[in-house]
């Protein structure tokens, strides 16, 4: 899949995590939009590597719902860094 669409997922991806965890992030805005294609990405590597769930090649739903699951992952992750 190409940058772009990589960016254009992660943003839904990283909006649909922020209303999936509502809450205070530290970073506001910009952050949340990192971790969403990061968290992307993330799910993306995971999604088609370890788990077998096919080729990750544009946007669609599951490849929403496989980029939402890995920044759901990274912002977990975030805020547990954040609070120490």
């Known amino acids: 899949m190409g940058f772009i669409a ?3 997922v992660g943003l839904i991806a990283g909006a649909l995590a922020k209303l999936i965890m509502p809450g ?3 970073g506001g805005i910009f952050v949340t939009i990192i971790i969403g294609i990061l968290g992307g990405m993330l799910g993306g590597f ?15 739903f599951r490849t929403i719902g496989i980029s939402t699951v890995g920044a759901i992952l990274l912002l977990i992750i975030y805020r547990m860094v954040k609070k120490r």
């Open 46 to 60: 995971l999604g088609t590597r370890f788990l077998g769930w096919g080729d990750v090649s544009g946007i669609d």
């Open 24 to 26: 205070r992030d530290p």
């Open 6 to 8: 990589w960016i254009i």
